[in-house]
């Protein structure tokens, strides 16, 4: 759009355009005309403060040259990735408001040929709606509307806008209120349009508040629609869906270029303007489902902190930035870079940009990010650390221009604090940053929402999912290898690289970005918005747009926090047990939304309280019409109102059911995958109508909705229970009386009482079938898995073999147990892993006690390795109530080593260490790193009695019974304990170390200091020796294997391994082991070096 | 005993011998020695067989430009998707149907990387890597590419030191090669052992032949051939079973030795699953293992690599870990084609540290073929093969893969003079 790239798009690109934008002298004349086209753009755009023009300096970096456009003989498809609006000034020849400020909708996208577009959608105006009272007719429209006008204007605090205009137009119209059935008379409302979104709730306000017509009163009237969000308003109005595709038919828009007026805001290379009801949305199927080649951008920041302090923008630098821009369905990222302060050697594969000054660096990197105009942007964390980092590090640089890094010229990225609250995650303070028209999507938070994790550093993720740890360099080390030569900064940039690089992979593997865009094309809702809002905007804009074609409206709900419970989904008391006979397991299919289609479960249906005396007069409303549900609400049936719910949750249903009949033919795994995603999101968006209608804090919240929900499913499982137990009898000729052992929300456990795994997913199959049909379509009882063998602890804890077909089990199923909670030690997690493998694969409850003692035997006698025993907290601030381990842990290590001590935000790993009695627990924490070096003993009693007892009991006491507890955590094993002597503390500075003979342990007599055996044992010298030399052997191999995995990790040979990622298995066996090692050379080596 | 033919015994050994230890110490001294002597010994070669016209570059000196037409040398390191990783074997997620370990984890997939002091570069062209292994040094001639590769269009290895010549024939002198005694298993093959030591002894009518045989060299796998169980537990090193069995079978093998001993010069090398450390070179088993045999003279225990010269002939050999780990981990299908790599690359376990255990030496690594062996052998093989290999500048040296005995019954003869080498067979079940 600017000059310098129309010159590139003219040359054809036969030169090869310079790399350095220094390196213009060479350019000729026509590059001088050019440039000189280009000044003359600049001073105009200086004038009106807009930030930097795009530059061109890399074909590389560029988008290809957009192609030439004539709207009046061209179409313009797009797609569309992010919706928002701004104030500006009406076109001429554009519906709407013709004063000035008018709102404008902007949509940004990008074309199939890989071009970015801002398209400018004028005339959108916010309305909503209020009950009209009786008395107002027609003709006093035009009076509400200049007098609310006038009490709106006079109610702007301060007219910065100058705006001259507030009420549009008022108009009668007949609507359904959504909420409650009252037959399908309409009713009248006001539609009350207003020139801009804050009048909305301005208008509606005084309408409650004020006399605004001495005739007429409405201070009782209620609002309708009045808390919807202006970009939602006008997608549903429009009928655009998130992400779909937009096409601008040819005739019917203007495009903007140097000498349109108005000029281009955007650094887009195309932008357009069109009326809002002049341009085609597509919806998402067939062609349209298609995804343009969009750019995302994924980087790192590294910072030189200083010792013992988390880096602060005001003070350290930042010293390298990685860059990795991969193409929507590419494998490779098209640019690798990383821009450097001071020298750094050539990576190969990487660009590596060096700069000597930090404010230029950064000056470069927010070019580079103009230039490549991503349109969306990952990473790891950046919303709330890179992002805002970079910002305030400018800022404090005083970088002109660098805060520009979105698309509109004159609008700066400034950080804000956002509060999300949700169901789902809870409350969570975020940063959160603009970038007009490019979608920050954090890796972070997309883990965040979607997985349960035991912890979400990126090591601990990238272990996860792709099974790789990632090098990891201490903050401490981070500052000496910027300080060191060229070699040391490549160093930390192939690291920081990797960094960049591991949020694409990641995002691949977990088709993050094609699932987000599946679930806003199904729920309607921008990308961005599914990050940074809760569940209830996508039920809301399917509500919204289902409403919209049948004439209703939604009332406004203010939030009462009401108290007002009801009963949740019950479970059938489980029979507790170890169950070696195959589990058949019937579920009931989308269990909740199923209900709400069954029994025609809407706001639409719903006979309001008290309102059916009134509808059985006035509409003729026949008792059989009416269903009562088991929470004695009443909905009147589909024949008489479909309702818009059930409706909703049958597309998405019909979708999903689409979706995995694909899944099941496809065979590629990758398609596998994006198929799979698409099942899930519509599933988790069906599930979540649910969900609109429970929640208290909602847009519209209806108890009577989500209580007869929950009510018919408790019935269901409890008529499931008896029909099942009623039919499979010995008296009907069955094998044996079938007997639910439990009943869990949208499942029911059977034991029929058969031996073999076939006879019981036939009778599974049958049973399924034969509940089915007494339940009213669609609800669906599905035979889906036997387990076997099962293992029933309690109330949602239970684990099983999970079989689908005879021949082969699927995986083991654990629920409740203990095998991701954060707050205990992998020991737990990998040991009762251990067992249920043992209990439920091997069938050996023998082997898997015997394999309990073990490791209990193991953790006495501080036989287990570390790692296990870490429990990880993070440290979110120093001054908890309560005396908290961790702080307390991290308050020590600085008294000893400021430098690598824990700090704010940093997760604290420790382990409880053996103490004087009654010593508190939080006193016990140690750095294991520290109890590694200086043989601190671990409290092995606090393992076994606060972590490992509780977890172990559940799941042997349905196999061994009351004796559990003596069998496992109190025989012959638990004798023997070795106490280390620690090398540290107590009376560790007055003991003084006697050598002890190498077979019996007993003091060396006198004469003997110097041998390894004492007379007694000398004669088995051979044997002792064999077994000092075993010990050996072990340790040397797994000191091989450590260290050359971390060479490999680190991604060389010649290179010294520095990682400190804690949070990898391996990190402190690599230590232990050295340690271990040296002392048993020590060991072998009193037997005296083998000469010959 | 037989009167023995006189030859001069010289132990080159030492170098493996370690005297102090020191763990604290990491693997990339040892590459890095490996890198900087090989480059040294390999830069005459280079420009022997290139000329002077190709520059020799260091990777940092590219400065990731394309079109660079030279030669790197660098240590080749291979990213396999399945080699062996502790990682991935404590992984809690893999936990469930845990596979076995591989026999072999070469892929055509496998990644092949040169890496310098400083840098790694992706190669690709006239490479076969999938009979290359990760730690062998190499000359690469080939030009640079905008995708980051190194298209290579011929290679270079050091192919070992200088040999010495081998004095002109006197009368034949052998040298006994076995290995893979397997004590623990020695109850099924007694009788060929007693044949062994019959003709070790020259009482099967073949005193003559016995008077020429100067050494016996044990190559490793005396005790026991094959891994120890491991009690499943959480613990950073696997503790062992018990090794009652193994402590008797030391027992009877120093009766076993004593008594070869007395026939001729007998050294032991220990091996891979044999009672001594783990890592190579594995030191020599100790004195008091072997009381009866260790008061004999001619009987000592070696390290695994050892290094002889007898008379002038110069013997190479390990107890075949290296072999056995390159068959793992790469394409080669023969023990015998595993070992003359390891020659044509001038070093002896290339594989070490990285697959293969080894000492985190931070002076030195004494596994360069400095000087070009007369004779090159690996213990523990499937099956005997042998072949005498020609190197450059009429270099010859006799390559033997030594049968495991328990497995074979038969050793491997080597005529120090002719270099021929044969096999004898002691099974009593044999036709």
Not at chain 1, 146 to 156: E, G, H, R, S
Not at chain 1, 736 to 744: E, R, T
Not at chain 1, 1017 to 1038: D, F, I, N, W
Not at chain 2, 294 to 301: D, E, H
Request: aromatic residues 8%.
């Amino acid at each position: 759009m600017d000059g310098k790239r129309k010159f590139n798009g003219t040359s054809n690109g036969h030169a090869k355009k310079p790399r350095n934008p220094d390196e213009d002298e060479e350019m000729g004349f026509e590059a001088e005309l050019a440039a000189f086209e280009n000044s003359e753009d600049m001073d105009q755009t200086l004038l009106m403060g807009d930030g930097p023009e795009n530059q061109t300096t890399s074909e590389r970096w560029s988008r290809p040259p957009p192609p030439e456009l004539d709207p009046s003989k061209h179409n313009l498809e797009f797609q569309q990735l992010d919706v928002e609006n701004y104030l500006g000034q009406p076109l001429p020849g554009m519906p709407g408001a013709q004063i000035g400020p008018v709102p404008v909708v902007r949509m940004f996208g990008v074309t199939m040929e890989g071009n970015s577009v801002c398209c400018h959608v004028h005339g959108f105006c916010p309305y909503f709606y209020i009950e009209a009272p009786r008395q107002f007719e027609e003709h006093h429209c035009e009076k509400l509307q200049k007098a609310l006008d006038q009490k709106v204007i006079a109610d702007i605090r301060n007219n910065k806008d100058n705006v001259q205009e507030a009420v549009l137009m008022v108009e009668l119209v007949e609507k359904l209120n959504i909420h409650g059935y009252n037959g399908d008379k309409k009713q009248r409302y006001i539609k009350i349009s207003v020139t801009l979104p804050r009048f909305v709730a301005a208008a509606s306000r005084l309408l409650k508040k004020e006399v605004i017509m001495s005739e007429i009163d409405f201070q009782d009237c209620r609002a309708f629609e009045n808390n919807i969000d202006f970009d939602i308003r006008f997608m549903v109005d429009t009928d655009v869906v998130g992400c779909n595709w937009i096409e601008l038919p040819m005739g019917h828009w203007r495009i903007r270029n140097s000498h349109s007026k108005p000029l281009p805001e955007s650094r887009c290379q195309i932008e357009v303007d069109v009326a809002f009801d002049r341009f085609i949305s597509h919806e998402p199927e067939g062609e349209w489902s298609k995804v343009a080649p969009f750019r995302i951008l994924s980087f790192d920041i590294e910072c030189a902190g200083r010792k013992g302090i988390f880096p602060e923008a005001k003070m350290d630098p930042v010293i390298q930035i990685a860059n990795m821009v991969i193409r929507q369905g590419e494998r490779e990222p098209f640019i690798r870079n990383v821009f450097t302060l001071n020298q750094c050697a050539p990576i190969i594969g990487s660009q590596v940009l060096c700069h000597d000054k930090e404010t230029q660096m950064l000056d470069k990197w927010s070019a580079f990010v103009r230039e490549v105009d991503p349109d969306i942007l990952t990473g790891y964390n950046i919303n709330n650390f890179d992002f805002p980092y970079l910002i305030n590090r400018a800022a404090h640089l005083k970088v002109k221009n660098f805060e520009y890094l979105g698309r509109i010229k004159n609008i700066r990225s400034v950080i804000k604090e956002q509060m999300l609250q949700s169901k789902q995650m809870g409350r969570r303070e975020n940063q959160y940053v603009n970038f007009e028209g490019r979608v920050p999507f954090d890796l972070l938070f997309v883990l965040l929402r979607d997985y349960k994790l035991r912890s979400y550093t990126l090591n601990a993720v990238s272990y996860h999912f792709l099974q790789e740890q990632k090098e990891d360099v201490h903050h401490s080390i981070i500052t000496d290898l910027q300080n060191g030569d060229e070699q040391t900064r490549r160093r930390l940039a192939m690291y920081c690289l990797k960094d960049a690089y591991l949020p694409l992979r990641l995002l691949e593997k977990l088709m993050a970005i094609v699932n987000y865009m599946e679930m806003a094309r199904v729920t309607g809702v921008p990308l961005e918005s599914l990050l940074t809002r809760g569940q209830q905007i996508k039920v809301l804009s399917q509500l919204l747009r289902k409403a919209k074609t049948k004439g209703f409206i939604m009332p406004s709900y203010t939030s009462q926090g009401s108290d007002e419970q009801y009963e949740g989904a019950t479970v059938i008391e489980p029979k507790r047990g170890y169950y070696a006979d195959p589990i058949s397991t019937l579920d009931f299919a989308s269990l909740y939304p199923s209900i709400m289609m069954a029994h025609n479960l809407c706001y639409t249906t719903l006979v309001l309280g008290g309102t059916r005396e009134k509808l059985r007069e006035q509409e003729n409303l026949q008792d059989d019409q009416v269903e009562r549900t088991p929470a004695n609400n009443y909905f009147v049936k589909s024949e008489v109102r479909r309702g818009l719910l059930p409706e909703i949750l049958e597309s998405l249903l019909a979708a999903r059911k689409r979706a995995k009949n694909d899944l099941k033919v496809e065979t590629d795994p990758f398609k596998r995958k994006v198929l799979d995603g698409r099942q899930l999101a519509l599933k988790i968006s069906a599930n979540s109508v649910y969900g609109f209608t429970g929640a208290q804090v909602g847009k519209l919240p209806c108890l009577e909705i989500s209580g007869s929900v929950t009510a018919y499913g408790r019935t269901m499982i409890e008529m499931t229970k008896n029909e099942v137990e009623s039919h499979y009898t010995q008296a009907n000729g069955y094998e044996n009386n079938a007997v639910v052992i439990y009943g869990d929300t949208d499942s029911v456990m059977v034991n029929f009482g058969v031996k073999t795994l076939e006879r019981s997913m036939e009778l599974g199959r049958e049973a399924a079938e034969l509940v089915s049909s007494k339940f009213v379509h669609p609800i669906k009882l599905e035979f889906e898995k036997v387990y076997y063998p099962y293992l029933l602890i309690n109330k949602k804890r239970y684990a099983g073999l999970y079989f689908t077909r005879p021949d082969t089990y699927d995986k083991m199923d654990c629920k409740g147990i203990e095998t991701v909670r954060r707050d205990n030690s992998p020991l737990v997690a990998n040991l009762m892993n251990s067992c249920l493998q043992k209990l439920l694969i091997e069938r050996d409850p023998d082997g898997a006690v015997a394999y309990v003692k073990q490791v209990i035997a193991d953790l006495l006698c501080n036989r287990i390795d570390i790692s296990h025993l870490v429990i990880t907290k993070e440290l979110a601030k120093t001054d908890y109530a309560a005396k908290q381990a961790h702080v307390e842990l991290a308050a020590k290590m600085k008294k000893r080593d400021p430098g690598t001590a824990p700090k704010l935000g940093d997760r604290v790993p420790y382990v409880i260490c053996a103490a004087a009695k009654n010593t508190p627990a939080y006193q016990k924490a140690e750095d294991p790193l520290y109890v590694l070096e200086n043989s601190v003993p671990i409290d092995a009693t606090y393992y076994l009695e606060q972590q490992l007892s509780k977890p172990l009991l559940r799941i042997f006491e349905p196999i061994l019974g009351d004796n559990a507890e003596s069998i496992l955590l109190k025989g012959e094993h638990t004798r023997t304990r070795t106490v280390v002597t620690s090398k540290v503390g107590g009376l560790a500075g007055f003991m003084t170390k006697k050598t002890a003979c190498l077979g019996c342990k007993s003091l060396m007599p006198k004469g003997y200091e110097q041998a390894c055996l004492c007379p007694h044992c000398e004669p088995r010298m051979s044997e002792l020796y064999q077994k000092e030399v075993g010990a050996k052997r072990e340790l040397e191999e797994t000191f091989s294997r450590l260290w050359t995995e971390c060479q490999r990790c680190q991604e060389s040979l010649h290179e010294e391994v520095i990682c400190s990622n804690r949070d990898c298995p391996i990190f402190y066996m690599r230590q232990k082991v050295r340690m271990d090692l040296d002392n048993q050379e020590k060991r072998v080596m009193r037997f005296g070096l083998a000469e010959w | 005993m037989t009167n023995r033919l006189e030859t001069k015994y010289e132990n080159l050994s030492s170098i493996f011998l370690l005297k102090g230890h020191d763990y604290q110490k990491q693997f990339c001294h040892l590459y890095a020695h490996r890198l900087a002597e090989m480059t040294r010994l390999l830069t005459p070669l280079v420009q022997k067989k290139w000329g002077n016209k190709e520059p020799i570059k260091k990777l940092c000196e590219l400065r990731g430009e394309q079109d660079i037409h030279c030669i790197l040398i660098g240590t080749i390191f291979k990213h396999q998707a399945h080699k062996p990783s502790i990682l991935r074997d404590i992984s809690e997620e893999n936990q469930l149907a845990p596979q076995p370990p591989r026999q072999n984890y070469s892929d055509p997939e496998d990644k092949i990387v040169l890496e310098d002091e400083l840098q790694r570069v992706r190669l690709q062209g006239e490479i076969n890597g999938q009979f290359l292994a990760t730690g062998v040094v190499c000359a690469a001639l080939g030009g640079t590419d905008s995708d980051g590769f190194f298209n290579v269009e011929d290679m270079l290895f050091y192919e070992s030191g200088p040999q010495k010549p081998l004095a002109p024939i006197k009368t034949s002198r052998f040298l006994v090669l076995a290995s893979g005694l397997d004590q623990l298993q020695a109850h099924k093959f007694v009788e060929a052992l007693n044949l062994f030591q019959y003709w070790l002894a020259g009482s099967l009518g073949n005193s003559k032949e016995a008077s020429s045989m100067v050494r016996l060299i044990v190559a490793g796998n005396s005790v026991r051939s094959s891994a120890m169980a491991h009690v499943p537990t959480l613990q950073v090193a696997r503790t062992q079973a018990n090794a009652n069995d193994t402590v008797q079978a030391v027992t009877q093998l120093d009766q076993w030795f004593a008594s070869w001993a007395r026939c001729l010069p007998v050294d032991i090398m220990a091996g891979a699953y044999d009672p001594a450390n783990f890592m190579l070179p594995q030191q020599p088993f100790h004195k008091c293992m072997f009381p009866q045999a260790a008061q004999l003279a001619t009987f000592q225990a070696v390290t695994n690599p050892y290094s002889c010269r007898l008379d002038e002939a110069l013997v190479v050999g390990t107890s075949g870990q290296n072999v056995s780990d390159l068959l793992r981990s790469t394409a080669l299908d023969s023990a015998l084609d595993a070992l003359r790599c390891t020659l044509t690359w001038g070093h002896i376990a290339p594989s070490a540290p990285d697959t293969l255990a080894c000492y985190p030496y931070i002076d030195s690594d004494p596994f360069i073929l400095r000087e070009c062996p007369h004779v090159y052998y690996a213990g523990n093989c499937e099956s005997f093969a042998t072949e005498l290999h020609e190197g450059a500048e009429g270099k010859r040296t006799r390559l033997v893969c030594v049968p495991k005995f328990s497995k074979t019954q038969s050793v491997a003869v080597v005529d120090l003079d002719t270099l021929d080498c044969r096999l004898v067979n002691f099974s009593v079940n044999a036709e």
